[in-house]
């Protein structure tokens, strides 16, 4: 149980297009999804807590109108890159909460923009 | 502000020796600790997770958590090349607000055959 998938897995774009990346929770209802960012060889930064139905948190520096973030249903969540940049170019991971306190990671996508 | 303290490592340790992973924390009011396994280029993988004080053990890995003073650790017996990772420590501090993790920078852990 506590499956959380990513879709896609890797994507490559173009310098000003944006990207939406998808977040599900498989088998089970996620009260909470988060989004993350990782760079290379350095730690997991949080981005934005999303609950289904509401405006998702967004942590400190993160801008919020190029990070968008829906949360539709208990299973789906989605962050969208606006008008990518190279800087943008990162793992983005999602994690799930169920009913309990425990976080569920998604495989991870990889952004690469052009 | 809420922090996880982690040794960066990198840890070394023989195969089949048992590996000590530390943790320690600010928040004396954090309630709930988790241990994620990261293996390089992929997401965090939860391995345990404890609430109370003493030990939980599960398999090879025993969790330890000692809240007066702060402190949680992560034990692997018999450990074997494929835990070489590196191994998070997260947390979930007092105030509740949507269950917040927050991590430690991790520690690398090298198994050497």
């Known amino acids: 149980g506590a499956v959380v998938s990513q879709h896609p897995s890797w994507v490559i774009c173009k310098s000003g297009t944006s990207v939406k990346i998808e977040c599900r929770s498989l088998d089970f209802q996620a009260t909470t999804m988060f989004w993350y960012r990782q760079f290379p060889k350095q730690s997991l930064m949080l981005m934005a807590t999303s609950n289904e139905g509401s405006k998702a948190t967004y942590e400190q520096g993160v801008e919020k109108d190029k990070f968008l973030i829906n949360h539709a249903s208990l299973t789906l969540s989605t962050l969208t890159v606006t008008s990518a940049h190279p800087e943008d170019s990162s793992f983005y991971i999602c994690?799930?909460?169920?009913?309990?306190?425990?976080?569920?990671f998604g495989p991870g996508t990889r952004l690469l923009v052009l | 502000q809420k922090e996880v303290e982690q040794n960066s490592g990198p840890l070394s340790v023989p195969e089949g020796a048992i590996a000590s992973l530390n943790c320690t924390y600010s928040d004396r009011g954090s309630q709930s600790f988790f241990w994620y396994r990261q293996y390089s280029g992929k997401s965090p993988e939860l391995i345990m997770f404890?609430?109370?004080?003493g030990d939980k053990e599960d398999g090879r890995f025993t969790a330890q958590l000692n809240k007066a003073s702060q402190y949680v650790s992560l034990l692997i017996r018999d450990s074997q090349p494929s835990d070489s990772a590196t191994y998070l420590c997260?947390?979930?501090?007092?105030?509740?607000?949507?269950?917040?993790?927050?991590f430690g920078k991790g520690t690398l852990l090298t198994v050497n055959p």
């Open positions: 404890i609430y109370s004080n």
């Open positions: 997260a947390v979930i501090g007092s105030g509740g607000s949507n269950y917040k993790l927050t």
């Open positions: 994690s799930a909460r169920s009913q309990q306190e425990t976080q569920y």
